[in-house]
């Protein structure tokens, strides 16, 4: 039996077709759920072991990104979530969905303590909208998305973006094998807060987080949006190295669509 991972769509939100595709590529079955049925049909959560905040610009960022929806949820549909959180599934929050999972409180949630905001992402230290891609180094051991990921090529699109947090809170999310993803140059350095490996100025290259448990996890880039190997800025060259080295050119960027694959496999095991 597939898992069933629920998308929540609204206003705004504008990736939510490539979330769901790569879902369905890992093996999941996707189904798509605006916040306002959501908000009349509460037990739909029940039918899902994931749920989806996808990127994109909720309410427009009309209230700074991801808070508009974030209240929303809070006033209509704080105790459903809660009850999601708590039982054994999984949460993912990408790009517009992690600041939502951030205003929520839902992450980073040290000491469990979910609905209480601890961090931010603040506007780009550039103060620009930012598209471009960039590397990302694998962190931590304890997420379940990102398990057999080392690095990773992926694209961001975001103009708030810089994870802030105090430096309480920075360290116990570190302690906590919270910090999932960093900023890292082309060498695997990292990128030390430095434009453009850093694209927005987060705090120690961090461009995503999970909470205590593993299952939920927000991301800043877009994993959905690079799972076919065609769709990265380098393939015409990556291409031509392998055709005359002999060897097979991959459809699919396995590091990208690993992160749908082993919220998938979380499920499949447990059957």
């Not at 609905?115 to 304890?142: D, P, Q």
């Not at 398990?147 to 961001?156: A, K, V």
């Not at 961090?206 to 927000?218: N, S, Y």
Request: proline share 4%; charged share 25%; aromatic share 10%.
């Amino acid at each position: 039996m597939k898992p069933k991972a629920i998308h929540i769509v609204g206003y705004g939100i504008n990736c939510e077709e490539e979330t769901a595709f790569a879902f369905e590529k890992a093996g999941a079955e996707s189904k798509f759920v605006h916040i306002n049925d959501l908000i009349e049909k509460k037990n739909l959560l029940d039918e899902a072991q994931i749920l989806v905040f996808p990127g994109g610009f909720s309410y427009g960022d009309d209230t700074g990104s991801g808070k508009a929806l974030a209240n929303k949820i809070r006033n209509r549909l704080s105790e459903e979530i809660l009850k999601f959180v708590e039982k054994d599934k999984l949460v993912v929050g990408i790009c517009n969905g992690f600041q939502v999972l951030v205003s929520l409180g839902l992450l980073p949630a040290t000491n469990k303590n979910y609905g209480k905001k601890e961090v931010g992402l603040l506007y780009n230290t550039n103060a620009r909208f930012e598209c471009r891609w960039i590397r990302l180094k694998m962190n931590s051991k304890k997420c379940i998305f990102t398990q057999g990921i080392d690095e990773i090529d992926i694209p961001i699109a975001h103009g708030e973006g810089n994870f802030y947090a105090s430096k309480e809170i920075l360290k116990k999310i570190n302690q906590n094998d919270q910090v999932v993803f960093k900023y890292i140059k082309e060498n695997g350095q990292l990128a030390n807060g430095e434009f453009p490996y850093n694209p927005n100025g987060s705090l120690e290259d961090i461009a995503g987080i999970c909470d205590e448990t593993g299952r939920i996890l927000g991301m800043m880039p877009h994993p959905e949006r690079a799972i076919f190997t065609s769709n990265h800025p380098d393939y015409q060259f990556m291409k031509e190295k392998l055709i005359r080295e002999g060897k097979k050119i991959p459809e699919i960027y396995e590091p990208a669509l690993k992160v749908f694959q082993n919220a998938v496999s979380y499920f499949k095991v447990k059957v």
